[in-house]
């Protein structure tokens, strides 16, 4: 296409893996809506493809809002303990399989229905693609096609948190494991202007047990993972990509359900600070814009 | 290493042979800039005749990518060898760039 | 060579994680002293620790072989750490310490003393950067003063293996958990040359149990940390990154010391591939 005249820019917006902070993309979304800014690409990974997947399903962003509390107030209400002390013992006592999970996946699987039914990827209003992980090889896999009900849950399928899940004959998990804020999918698909939603979690100064210690390593790990792949994205990058990263100003664990106002009301805030910036590229001319 | 230019319609069919590397990364973007100045933004790299990429060479690649980006275009590799394979998962590559096993898939990916 | 205002290129070999697969530096620290390049600077991370620190402390690579294939037995990790092991299943009863190590260290540090023992890094011949995790932020830490087999032993204290080790005021973890393969160090230390070796952690085969599963996990957010550095300082600076990736062609585990032949023979390989390139570069003129 190669255009001589002005193209509009193409937007996608991106949600990363952050556990309930997720929610923080209700905040945006309400802003995109009010202020009309058109989305031509929608990205989820993990918790983020949650919201991604309503969004770009056309959903109401208020409906959205209110399944939010449902959702995470019932989901980990049921954590399967006998699951996690199978797991933990030696073989003999018990058969190893890989989908094992700490959170009732029947549950999952309910809440999974009420919110996308059997939409699929086809019928959706903004072209999604969801971010997950093979479990055997390691290797992202981007998700485009079937039931967004398949795609989420294979997004969300943490380890120890929920069974792997399987997707044309492989086995998927957590997209976060791969490339936690998937702007690579936006960089691929050619999009000019990406709105990128995602979460650190900060260190956890109570190192106060084993599990404790087990979450700081790996969020550790998964920190500079984000932050090395933002970077390297901001570098192999052709146009603008534009932050989105809600302050929370406390720690926010998963069953901290009544700080979901909080959490939705700091993803509003971050949008509205990067509002005038995204207004002035979408008027710019591309193809005069700087290197 | 040089460089063959096919054109297949509006997309131009770029094979490589030899390495892209720091020492013959000026050259490859000379060649290709010149080529999408003259209004060819709709790439495909064909890399069946690349045994070597280094950091510096992929550099090059990149900043030809982007400017067909920016002018609504785009930059699909064919063909990659294993071990050149090998080092663009390593640096990311593959995550921001779409990559196929032949020149025609590349080429048809365009769509119309 | 250039011409007389030309300086010569600084040369820096990095090796990242990979415990036994990091023996493969020897084999590339063979080839390189074949064809006289010198080494400038040497980075190390958890297992590439133990190599860049022999190859710095300036004994031979076949000495190195032999020192570092001492150190590799099942020895190192045989004795249980009782009291940190009770601390962490049952806190209220024994105090958490705070940190988790199964495996008691006196064997490690034993087996660390014969190389390293009362070295530092300013007897090193070959100037060396050592790089940990700090426990308590999360932040890659480079350690290139005092004690080498302090450094050492707190690069490769991989979690729940072996316990934290205290340098200075900072509780430091194995290296990996930040930056698997520390290019960025040499970078900043003006190399211009980087010759990167790195290891991606395998995938088993089939994951039939709890801590196969772990395993991959682990193994999966490990590779995509790599990658992810790796990509970002390939993009970002001006240095020319040369990424020497042994084959080793089927799974190398933690105490296979007896693969060491054929590990260092692949590092040799790798080197040699991409030799040409390296040589050519070196000569050429900075413009």
């Known amino acids: 296409m190669a255009d001589d005249g002005r193209r509009r820019p193409r937007v996608a917006v991106v949600v990363g893996s952050g556990g309930m902070k997720c929610a923080a993309a209700v905040g945006m979304w309400k802003v995109l809506e009010r202020?009309?800014?058109?989305?031509?690409?929608?990205?989820?990974?993990?918790?983020g493809s949650i919201y991604t997947a309503a969004m770009a399903m056309g959903m109401d962003v208020h409906l959205a809002e209110q399944y939010t509390?449902?959702?995470?107030?019932?989901?980990?209400?049921?954590?399967?303990?006998?699951?996690?002390?199978?797991?933990?013992?030696?073989?003999?006592?018990?058969?190893?399989?890989?989908?094992?999970?700490?959170?009732?996946?029947?549950?999952?699987?309910?809440?999974?229905?009420?919110?996308?039914?059997?939409?699929?990827?086809?019928?959706?209003?903004?072209?999604?693609?969801l971010a997950a992980t093979d479990l055997h090889t390691g290797e992202p896999v981007e998700l485009k096609?079937?039931?967004?009900?398949?795609?989420?849950?294979?997004?969300?399928?943490?380890?120890?948190?929920?069974?792997?899940?399987?997707?044309?004959?492989?086995?998927?998990?957590?997209?976060?494991?791969?490339?936690?804020?998937?702007v690579s999918i936006a960089i691929r698909e050619g999009a000019d202007i990406i709105l990128a939603m995602?979460?650190?979690?900060?260190?956890?100064?109570?190192?106060?047990?084993?599990?404790?210690?087990?979450?700081?390593?790996?969020?550790?790990?998964?920190?500079?993972?984000?932050?090395?792949?933002?970077?390297?994205?901001?570098?192999?990058?052709?146009?603008?990509?534009?932050?989105?990263?809600?302050?929370?100003?406390?720690?926010?664990?998963?069953?901290?359900?009544?700080?979901?106002?909080?959490?939705?009301?700091?993803?509003?805030e971050a949008m509205e600070a990067e509002l005038p910036y995204v207004r002035r590229l979408l008027e710019a001319d591309l193809q005069r814009s700087p290197a | 290493?040089?460089?063959?230019?096919?054109?297949?319609?509006?997309?131009?069919?770029?094979?490589?042979?030899?390495?892209?590397?720091?020492?013959?990364?000026?050259?490859?973007?000379?060649?290709?800039?010149?080529?999408?100045?003259?209004?060819?933004?709709?790439?495909?790299?064909?890399?069946?005749?690349?045994?070597?990429?280094?950091?510096?060479?992929?550099?090059?690649?990149?900043?030809?990518?982007?400017?067909?980006?920016?002018?609504?275009?785009?930059?699909?590799?064919?063909?990659?060898?294993?071990?050149?394979?090998?080092?663009?998962?390593?640096?990311?590559?593959?995550?921001?760039?779409?990559?196929?096993?032949?020149?025609?898939e590349a080429v048809e990916s365009y769509g119309a | 060579m250039g011409s007389n205002t030309q300086r010569k290129k600084r040369v820096a070999v990095v090796i990242g994680a990979g415990a036994v697969k990091c023996a493969a530096a020897l084999g590339l620290w063979k080839v390189l002293r074949r064809e006289g390049i010198d080494i400038d600077m040497l980075v190390g991370c958890s297992g590439g620790s133990i190599y860049a620190s022999v190859m710095a402390l300036g004994d031979d690579p076949d000495?190195?072989?032999?020192?570092?294939?001492?150190?590799?037995?099942?020895?190192?990790?045989?004795?249980?750490?009782?009291?940190?092991i009770l601390g962490a299943i049952l806190p209220q009863v024994f105090p958490f310490q705070g940190h988790v190590g199964m495996v008691h260290d006196g064997p490690l540090l034993d087996a660390l003393h014969k190389p390293f023992g009362g070295?530092?890094?300013?007897?090193?011949?070959?100037?060396?950067?050592?790089?940990?995790?700090?426990?308590?932020?999360?932040?890659?830490?480079?350690?290139?003063?005092?004690?080498?087999?302090?450094?050492v032993r707190a690069s490769i204290a991989i979690p729940y293996v072996w316990a934290p080790w205290k340098i200075g005021d900072r509780m430091l973890l194995d290296g990996s958990l930040s930056d698997p393969l520390p290019v960025d160090v040499a970078i900043r230390e003006g190399a211009d040359v980087i010759l990167a070796m790195g290891f991606e952690s395998p995938y088993p085969r089939r994951i039939k149990s709890a801590t196969r599963f772990a395993f991959q996990v682990n193994s999966v957010y490990t590779n995509t940390l790599l990658r992810a550095n790796y990509s970002f300082h390939n993009l970002a600076h001006h240095a020319e990154i040369i990424p020497v990736l042994p084959d080793f062609g089927g799974e190398i585990r933690l105490f296979d010391t007896d693969k060491f032949p054929h590990v260092i023979e692949q590092g040799m390989r790798a080197t040699e591939a991409q030799l040409d390139y390296i040589k050519r570069v070196l000569e050429a003129d900075d413009g």
Request: aromatic share 6%.
């Open chain 3, 119 to 151: 070295r530092t890094f300013e007897q090193a011949s070959i100037p060396l950067h050592i790089v940990a995790t700090d426990m308590h932020d999360g932040e890659k830490v480079v350690v290139n003063q005092g004690s080498v087999l302090d450094a």
């Open chain 1, 69 to 129: 509390h449902r959702m995470w107030g019932g989901l980990f209400k049921r954590v399967r303990y006998g699951s996690l002390l199978r797991s933990l013992l030696p073989r003999k006592l018990g058969m190893f399989h890989a989908r094992l999970g700490l959170v009732d996946d029947r549950a999952v699987g309910k809440v999974m229905q009420e919110l996308y039914g059997d939409t699929r990827f086809e019928d959706c209003r903004i072209p999604l693609r």
């Open chain 2, 1 to 104: 290493m040089n460089i063959h230019i096919e054109p297949r319609g509006d997309i131009a069919v770029i094979a490589i042979n030899g390495s892209i590397d720091g020492l013959t990364a000026e050259e490859l973007l000379k060649t290709l800039q010149a080529h999408v100045q003259q209004g060819h933004d709709r790439l495909v790299v064909d890399l069946e005749g690349v045994a070597y990429t280094s950091s510096a060479g992929l550099r090059a690649l990149l900043a030809t990518v982007k400017e067909t980006r920016r002018r609504g275009g785009d930059l699909r590799l064919a063909r990659i060898q294993p071990n050149v394979r090998k080092v663009l998962e390593l640096s990311g590559f593959v995550t921001i760039l779409k990559v196929f096993a032949e020149v025609d």
């Open chain 1, 35 to 47: 202020e009309g800014i058109p989305v031509d690409l929608a990205i989820g990974c993990s918790g």
């Open chain 3, 63 to 84: 000495t190195c072989e032999r020192l570092t294939r001492e150190l590799w037995t099942p020895k190192i990790t045989l004795r249980r750490n009782w009291r940190s």
């Open chain 1, 198 to 268: 995602g979460f650190e979690t900060p260190p956890n100064a109570q190192l106060d047990s084993m599990f404790g210690v087990a979450l700081q390593c790996l969020s550790t790990t998964v920190n500079h993972m984000l932050r090395s792949t933002y970077a390297f994205y901001s570098a192999a990058h052709h146009a603008e990509l534009v932050p989105l990263m809600p302050d929370f100003g406390q720690p926010i664990r998963m069953t901290d359900t009544h700080l979901i106002p909080h959490i939705i009301q700091r993803g509003e």
């Open chain 1, 145 to 182: 096609s079937g039931r967004i009900a398949d795609g989420v849950r294979a997004s969300i399928a943490i380890p120890m948190i929920l069974p792997p899940w399987p997707v044309g004959g492989r086995l998927l998990v957590d997209g976060g494991m791969s490339d936690p804020l998937p």
